[in-house]
């Protein structure tokens, strides 16, 4: 009798908790969640250099945020913490770094937040008083082949791997302990609607992105499980942006999934982060096809995507000359 009590009890509270989660999505569907403020938060973004990375920083900057850059482009990023500067912050240090190897994801992360002692010279002193423990990490940084499978080499392949999902290993290990001590930070994983499905001319690419999406939702799961409520998790899948990334591809249906314009792909990921969304996906009409994509038969789902003509996005793609 005392369990059917316990159980009924466990059934009502559940539902109730359930009706409320409802609710509340409902309203902020309606009213946007209000903006948290990240003025003096401390913002690290790989991949800073250009592109995306450049604009995510320029975003924060004029949010008044202390900004840490990492690129393996050293001219590019130096080029990026100036821009910042100009947007009005007063705090940014960039900081050359391969994301594709661990070692040095480390060693670069201990530079960021590395604990004083006397043996230390006067300059990593000074790295700790500007800057400290990171409270926003945007794991941007990637990379992309742009080969059919089976001609794609071994070693791209495994730099894919490395850059796209391998770096948000080490990152999340380097300044999640810190974010758990503080009880407070955001995890910002951006991944890409080829982390959603399965792109033709992508392999490799895809196989990265869905992998870098299941971490973040994993350790996100974990976080929760552990009660820490302080730590937020945002996984942003995006469609093509025009950054020069993945130029020569096309898009047959730019009402339904444009090619997004670089400066309004970042204010609305920003957006998101701020608002705290755990998944942002750019344009909307990408949560549309996952729910078709989840209960219609599969050669339905292969009509509609021929029909939109994406499993030729990939055609005219051109192979960038420049390092990444």
Known sequence: MSFNLQSSKKLFIFLGKSLFTLLEAMIFALLPKQQKNVAGEIVLITGSGSGLGRLLALQFARRGSVLVLWDVNKEGNEETCKMAQEAGVTRVHAYTCDCS????????????????????????????????????????????????????????????????????????????????????????????????????????????????????????????VQN??????????????????FEGCTTACPSLLPILEPEYAAEKIVEAILQEKMYFYMPKFLYFMMFLKSFLPLKTVLLIGDYLDIFHAMDGFLERKKKL
């Open 101 to 224: 190897q661990k070692e040095e994801v480390y060693r670069v992360a201990d530079q960021v937040y590395i604990k004083l002692s006397e043996n230390q010279s006067s300059d990593m002193r000074m790295v700790k008083k500007e800057v400290g423990d990171v409270s926003i990490l945007i794991n941007n940084a990637g990379i992309v082949t742009g080969k059919n499978f089976l001609d794609c080499p071994d070693e791209l392949m495994e730099k894919s791997f490395d850059v796209n999902f391998k770096a948000h290993l080490w990152t999340y290990k380097a300044f999640l302990p810190a974010m758990i001590a503080n009880d407070h930070g955001h995890l910002v994983c951006i991944s890409s609607s080829a982390g959603l499905v399965g792109v033709n001319g992508l392999a490799d690419y895809c196989a990265s992105k869905f992998a870098a999406f299941g971490l973040a939702e994993s350790v996100f799961v974990e976080t929760f």
């Open 228 to 245: 820490q409520k302080g730590i937020k998790t945002t996984i942003v899948c995006p469609f093509f942006i025009k950054t020069g990334m």
